[in-house]
């Protein structure tokens, strides 16, 4: 094995809890650290799945605290959006009688009294107990993060002290209630973290439905993959190297302490070496002590459980059937020992409904899982995925039909609305998760594994420890919280409390970013869509909740937004016609384009309700009043030119003018191709009274034709300022009238329309361009310069945009698509493809000008800025 590698620290697992370890270890400890994935796909279990071009499933988030606390808050720097489930969150079935679980513990508490009121008394002692429980548990958790000497001291105290932590589930309850029915509804939702009451330790149980969830609980928006795509965002720019497709063969150690990783690249079949004397596994504790070659270790620890899960997607929504988004546990018997030995298919069933709490989900799904002994796919185990038997096939046709049953038996009629099913087996958590025997919890949460030395994220071997559910509890957030116990670890003294008084704060709030600090990212609800015209929309973006909007913009920005026409989003970028000192909504109008994909959906699906992904505001394109510029105070003229749907940003101008209460001269000329096309016309006339200086010409290329020398020559000169946006001939045509008219070329800003096939195009081209350059043996091209600059290098089909980002030349640049048109570049000599965007007159395009972003060389370029 060759020692190709170095790192300071190597993560193996990119669940949460590997996740969690590398960011602190590397923001907080300032080490290079290396996450290595088995997986094709990053996350863990908050990665997410598609199946029949339209449904997304998650894999082991279901919901969450709906106050997701200071560990999550950490990891996603205070940028996790979550949907509150409703109230009453979970309702628990049993033979006879049902019982809804509500948000807050006072409430949970009340109704138990109402419902067991001779049991009023006991049911306050309980929750005394639960908090005892629940301290001992963290107590525990905290020790196990220690040396050897202080956990070996410690723990047992712990358990003298807490010993309620320690008892079983059943016996706790027993202990407690005289009621039969009252122990069933409390130790219920054991399902949460996997382990069946007579064998679960009550700490695990006070932990999580009795204590995390008390407060509500919440999905996130967007789906459980949303989290992971911020938290990858961030790992990223602490220096956090990731790799999927790497199988960490083993933990070498030399003379007790760790020395590296011996890894196989899954997707090339290369072997090679990692030298490192720090190793944090969140592969789980049984995965950790085999790859040191001592699994016999945990022999005292007892076996966990694993489960079947069956994703369904619908074609009707499940509120049709009066669901609203609460989960729902069917215990078949009040002591959960008997259901645990009932026929596979029949036991304690969970079941969720992500789709009616994630407000961006288009396509309604469901998610049932059963808790299963492993043993019922012994048979099948070790046989490749795509060669199991068709007795394996059978088996998962006939419990799948049991399970859809159980939903039929009711809610009557719900098997009509499932158009897809798909069962997950141990098998496959076996696969995916690579979990020993399918245990996706981890260790079971028994009274062993609180005694157990090995059961936490400190091992024997120096140098190596453990991330994740086994190194505190189990769920995504437990999984984070076991990162950080990792972490805590690992770092030195002086570091911890930096890191601790960091994660305490709950990450980075932040107010509305004002204009020039950066594009916001997030989920905005579709408040309200209008016909304007018979191909132009307006929509009306809110937060999730109301209230004041996460970001403000300049009048001329534009919003990215992610469209959910399939399985994978597109993205397109939409000018904000609303005016910026609205701070509760903005809005975008949207042109309806012949065969335009996002244009499409926005006008023939989208529905209000709908929450969608935006970042922004984007742009260049931008007017201020009262900068001291020309056009934005009393002096000179603001001459706004739109063709078409061009006029969207420039009604923000007017807008942004109004409200300061703009003392100069604003012409606006707006084009459009007949009288039914034209837009905004009643807010234009009320604008009017707002803005005395304002001249409008409104003109229909069918009668007037388009915009020309005679129609600018009253309101161009060297004091215009000019702002034009429209289709690339008509502005490519004005950009020469107006240079003919004296205005300055730098006081035209341009905005230019982006289609998405623009965009394909341009990939097209740059695909074309690389296998030619391949063929001809071609690596590279060299961008020379004339003013001085150093030459660079651009990779075939790349733009010169994006050479010179890589290799950090200083260009001028906004938005990368060629709608803003500020990465102007002037091409001196070389042959290139490119797509100018109407952004030049004729006479800039004749003397090189093109933007820097569309241009794609296909020989060595020389350039000046």
């Known amino acids: 094995m060759v020692s190709d590698e170095e790192a300071d620290v190597v993560v193996i697992g990119s669940g949460m809890g590997g996740l969690a370890a590398a960011r602190a270890i590397a923001q907080f400890g ?106 001992g548990l963290t107590a525990r958790n905290v020790f196990a993060s220690f040396p050897a000497g202080v956990r070996k001291a410690g723990t047992p105290v712990v358990e003298r002290l807490f010993p309620s932590a320690y008892r079983s589930l059943r016996d706790q309850v027993a202990r407690s209630f005289r009621d039969p029915e009252l122990r069933a509804v409390l130790a219920a939702r054991w399902g949460l973290y996997g382990t069946p009451p007579a064998s679960s330790a009550f700490g695990y149980h006070a932990a999580v439905p009795l204590t995390f969830f008390m407060e509500g609980t919440a999905h996130p928006v967007g789906g459980p993959h949303e989290l992971n795509r911020v938290v990858l965002e961030i790992l990223a720019r602490y220096g956090v190297v990731l790799r999927p497709r790497q199988k960490v063969h083993e933990v ?34 049984r995965n950790t002590y085999a790859l040191i070659g001592r699994s016999h270790e945990l022999a005292e620890l007892p076996a ?89 096939r059978k088996f998962k046709d006939e419990l799948t039909e049991r399970l859809i049953a159980r939903l039929e038996e009711r809610w009557p009629g719900f098997r009509e609305t499932i158009a897809f099913a798909e069962l997950a087996t141990p098998l496959s958590f076996e696969t995916y998760q690579h979990s020993v025997l ?43 919280a076991g990162g950080l116990m990792a972490a805590n670890a690992v770092l030195k003294p002086r570091q911890l409390g930096t890191m601790w008084r960091a994660i305490r704060s709950g990450g980075v709030t932040r107010d509305p970013a004002p204009p020039g600090e950066g594009p916001w990212e997030g989920y905005l609800r579709v408040a309200g869509v209008e016909a304007l015209t018979p191909t132009v929309r307006r929509i009306r973006l809110e937060p999730l909740a109301g209230g004041t909007m996460p970001f403000s913009f300049a009048a001329g920005q534009y919003l990215k937004v992610e469209l959910p026409v399939a399985v994978e989003p597109i993205e397109r970028s939409y000018s904000i ?18 065969d335009g994909l996002g244009s499409g959906f926005l006008h023939e699906e989208l529905e209000v309700g709908l929450a969608l992904r935006v970042s922004g505001p984007h742009g260049e394109f931008t007017w201020r ?50 009288r039914d096309e034209v ?8 604008l009017r009274a707002r803005l005395p200086g304002l001249t409008v010409s409104v003109f229909t290329t069918d009668r007037q034709g388009r915009i020309g020398l005679d129609e600018l020559r009253p309101h161009a000169g060297p004091a215009t300022r000019v702002h034009l946006c429209g ?52 690596t590279e091209f060299v961008i020379g310069t004339a003013d001085g600059t150093p030459a660079f290098v651009c990779g075939p089909g790349q733009s010169v945009l994006d050479a010179a980002n890589a290799v950090g030349v200083p260009f001028p640049q906004s938005c990368g698509e060629g709608a803003c048109g500020t990465c102007r570049v002037r091409v001196l000599s070389g042959a290139y493809e490119t797509d100018d965007r109407g952004m030049f007159s004729a006479d800039e395009l004749a003397a090189g000008w093109r933007l820097a972003c569309q241009t794609l060389p296909t020989e060595d370029l020389v350039i000046t800025l």
């Open 727 to 778: 289709p690339a001939s008509m502005m490519s045509d004005l950009i020469g009238r107006l240079t003919e008219l004296g205005v300055p070329r730098e006081a035209v800003r341009t905005e230019a329309f982006v289609s998405g096939r623009s965009r394909e195009t341009r990939r097209e081209k740059a695909h074309a361009i690389a296998v030619a350059a391949a063929a001809a043996g071609v």
């Open 30 to 135: 300032g080490k290079r650290v290396l996450v290595l994935e088995q997986h094709y796909t990053l996350g863990g279990m908050t990665h997410e799945f598609s199946r029949a071009g339209r449904y997304r499933f998650g894999t082991g988030l279901h919901y969450m605290s709906a106050d997701a606390g200071p560990f999550l808050g950490f990891m996603t720097d205070g940028r996790a959006q979550l949907w509150p489930l409703p109230d009453e969150y979970d309702a628990l079935h049993f033979p006879g009688f049902d019982f809804a679980v509500p948000a807050t513990k006072e409430r949970f508490r009340a109704r138990l009294k109402e419902r067991f009121p001779d049991e009023a008394d006991a049911i306050d002692g309980f929750f005394r107990t639960t908090r005892r429980a629940m301290a």
């Open 438 to 480: 399918g245990s996706f919890y981890g260790l079971a949460a028994t009274p062993q594994r609180l005694r157990s030395a090995r059961a936490g994220c400190r091992t024997p071997v120096k140098g190596l420890f453990v991330a994740g559910q086994d190194a505190w509890g189990s769920g995504v957030v437990g999984a984070l």
């Open 679 to 686: 837009l905004f016309g009643p807010e234009i006339e009320a």
């Open 625 to 674: 009043p009262g900068t001291g510029e020309k056009g934005t105070g009393e002096d000179g003229t603001l001459l706004l030119i739109a063709g078409g749907v061009g006029i969207t940003p420039l009604m923000s101008v007017l807008y942004a003018a109004a409200d300061a209460g703009h003392p100069g001269r604003i012409v606006l000329l707006a084009s459009h191709r007949t």
């Open 577 to 594: 016609c609303s005016g910026p000192g609205e701070n509760g909504f903005v809005e975008i109008a949207v042109k309806h384009e012949p």
């Open 252 to 285: 070498v150690v030399e003379a007790g302490r760790v020395a590296g990783v011996d890894v196989e690249d899954t997707a090339t079949g290369r072997r090679y070496r990692v030298r490192t004397d720090t190793v944090v596994s969140a592969a789980g504790v």
């Open 304 to 392: 966990e459980r694993s489960a079947v899960m069956l994703f369904l997607g619908l074609d009707r929504s499940p509120a049709e059937f009066g669901l609203r988004g609460e989960n729902h546990w069917f215990m078949p018997d009040l002591d959960e020992h008997d259901s645990v030995r009932r026929p596979l298919g029949e036991g304690t069933l969970y079941v969720s409904f992500a789709s009616l709490n994630n407000p961006a989900a288009r396509f309604h799904t469901v998610e049932l899982l059963e808790i299963v002994d492993p043993k019922v796919v012994d048979q099948w185990r070790g046989t490749p995925e795509h060669e199991r038997p068709d007795s394996y």
